[in-house]
């Protein structure tokens, strides 16, 4: 039996996945407009907020999480799709949810802005330790 390691690649791929499916899942085609409508910005001012350097940072967090997905599953002692799909869930459920959920209530977020911001991460998660889980 080999030892369980940390493919870098792996995590490299699975943040550059959690980035793509960022801009996709907020794009017009999906859940953008409602997410605009739920943080109270125009098409204009979304896009005067973009910038390249946001988008190296969200590239840079979703490899910091994909390193962490791949962490608690070589914690865990194995390495698969079944155990990434499982810390992944329970990633997403306890901590992304739960911390995102409390924000949301005290700052009197909508509801639909809860679930489209938190499916999405909990999605990626999903998308993540299914890449991190297949290339070990």
């Given at each position: 039996?080999?030892?369980?390691?940390?493919?870098?690649?792996a995590v490299v791929v699975a943040?550059?996945?959690?980035?793509?499916?960022?801009?996709?899942?907020?794009?017009?085609?999906?859940?953008?407009?409602?997410?605009?409508?739920?943080?109270?910005?125009?098409?204009?001012?979304?896009?005067?907020?973009?910038?390249?350097?946001?988008?190296?940072?969200?590239?840079?967090?979703?490899?910091?999480?994909?390193?962490?997905?791949?962490?608690?599953?070589?914690?865990?002692?194995?390495?698969s799709i079944g155990r990434g799909?499982?810390?992944?869930?329970?990633?997403?459920?306890?901590?992304?949810?739960?911390?995102?959920?409390?924000?949301?209530?005290?700052?009197?977020?909508?509801?639909?802005?809860?679930?489209?911001?938190?499916?999405?991460?909990?999605?990626?998660?999903?998308?993540?330790?299914?890449i991190l889980g297949v290339w070990?």
């Amino acid at each position: 039996m080999e030892p369980l390691t940390i493919n870098y690649w792996a995590v490299v791929v699975a943040g550059l996945a959690y980035t793509i499916l960022g801009a996709v899942w907020y794009s017009m085609a999906l859940f953008g407009n409602a997410w605009m409508a739920g943080i109270g910005k125009s098409k204009e001012q979304v896009q005067a907020d973009f910038s390249a350097l946001n988008m190296l940072w969200a590239f840079v967090g979703s490899c910091i999480a994909a390193y962490g997905l791949a962490r608690v599953m070589l914690w865990s002692g194995e390495i698969s799709i079944g155990r990434g799909v499982m810390v992944s869930l329970v990633a997403g459920v306890c901590f992304v949810f739960v911390a995102m959920g409390v924000n949301d209530l005290f700052e009197r977020r909508p509801i639909q802005l809860f679930f489209i911001n938190a499916v999405y991460h909990l999605v990626s998660f999903v998308v993540m330790g299914v890449i991190l889980g297949v290339w070990h």
